[in-house]
């Protein structure tokens, strides 16, 4: 008797093969109709056991699409993975004589099914010949009945082999896509890299290149890492605050409006010097840019009690040239060390 964690297994088996409630197959219809040729009987079916259904995968002679698994005879088949069930006449066997597909439509007398097997022993279903009237089959009807049984089983597992090829071809596509998108997105970086190199002065040497999530938490990290490449150059300490603003600003500016505060964006800062002094800053943020023209100045008329214009005004003012590019999507400041120009003594 099959205890109910077998029955489990079964069903997790019958489940992998992603079968129940599929479309008729030809090649399941040729070996039922070679069924129920050989073995001389008005029906035949390929059943597959399900918890509370018996389903027919294909069918000779019966119309409908499943039966309740209670009436099945076939649930009867399976118990004994390996033996053909024979019921010679189901009028005389107590276990089917009551059975509403015995005491009426479609009057079932013999039945014989042939446990579907899978390799790892759990028996899904079967194929069976069914007649109306009470007999045997010969012992050349019984083998052939069992051959076509593994031919039935081999078709099972064609099935589930080429379903599961055509999951990992299909797995295989989208991680080729994710790859293909991913390399999309580094080709994109680098260019953008390529042309934030191109704002750089040609003598100048590239310290920091840098790319941060979108939120505010991250500019501290920079500032300091800025602050700290000044100081070893001999940047004084009013040159250290004004350029520290002024990233600040540049970076706030960045992730508030270019990435609208979302973390998942980010935002990349280059930093570069040269041998004469020359700091130059560029910001970038994946943002749709703006209009610099459009920027109100926050100390004429009205835009004094305005916000808007500030943080433009403000790195204007703390670094000796600004410019913007790629539609205000870049923002490239530029300083020179108070004392870069002073003869060396």
């Not at 505060?261 to 980010?266: A, V």
């Not at 004094?304 to 999507?329: C, T, W």
Request: with cysteine.
């Amino acid at each position: 008797m099959a205890t109910a964690t077998d029955e489990q297994a079964r069903l997790a088996a019958l489940r992998r093969y992603r079968i129940l409630d599929t479309e008729p197959e030809q090649r399941f219809d040729d070996l039922t109709m070679l069924a129920s040729h050989i073995c001389d009987t008005p029906m035949s079916l390929i059943t597959l056991i399900d918890s509370d259904r018996q389903w027919f995968k294909s069918k000779v002679g019966l119309d409908v699409p499943e039966t309740e698994r209670s009436v099945a005879f076939c649930a009867h088949a399976i118990q004994e993975p390996g033996t053909i069930l024979q019921v010679p006449d189901a009028t005389d066997d107590e276990r089917f004589r009551d059975n509403p597909f015995v005491t009426g439509e479609p009057n079932i007398r013999f039945y014989a099914g042939a446990p579907l097997v899978t390799p790892d022993g759990y028996a899904l279903g079967t194929l069976c010949v069914v007649d109306v009237k009470p007999r045997k089959l010969t012992d050349a009807q019984l083998r052939a009945l069992d051959a076509l049984r593994r031919q039935a089983e081999s078709l099972l597992e064609l099935r589930r082999n080429l379903d599961d090829l055509a999951g990992a071809l299909g797995e295989r596509d989208r991680a080729e896509a994710a790859q293909a998108a991913l390399v999309d997105d580094m080709r994109e970086s680098l260019d953008k890299v390529d042309k934030l190199s191109g704002l750089m002065p040609f003598c100048s040497t590239c310290e920091l290149n840098l790319i941060i999530p979108a939120s505010p938490a991250s500019i501290p990290k920079v500032s300091e890492g800025v602050q700290q490449l000044l100081l070893g150059k001999g940047w004084n300490e009013t040159e250290l605050m004004q350029v520290e603003l002024a990233l600040d600003e540049a970076l706030a500016n960045a992730i508030r409006h270019g990435c609208k505060g979302d973390p998942t964006k980010h935002v990349q800062c280059v930093v570069s010097t040269d041998a004469k002094g020359e700091l130059v800053i560029v910001v970038r943020d994946p943002g749709p840019g703006f209009d610099v023209s459009a920027v109100p100045n926050p100390l004429e008329g009205e835009n004094v009690l305005k916000p808007s214009g500030r943080g433009v005004y403000l790195i204007n003012q703390l670094m000796d040239r600004v410019e913007f590019a790629h539609g205000g999507s870049e923002v490239v400041m530029q300083k020179k060390r108070a004392d870069a120009d002073e003869p060396s003594q």
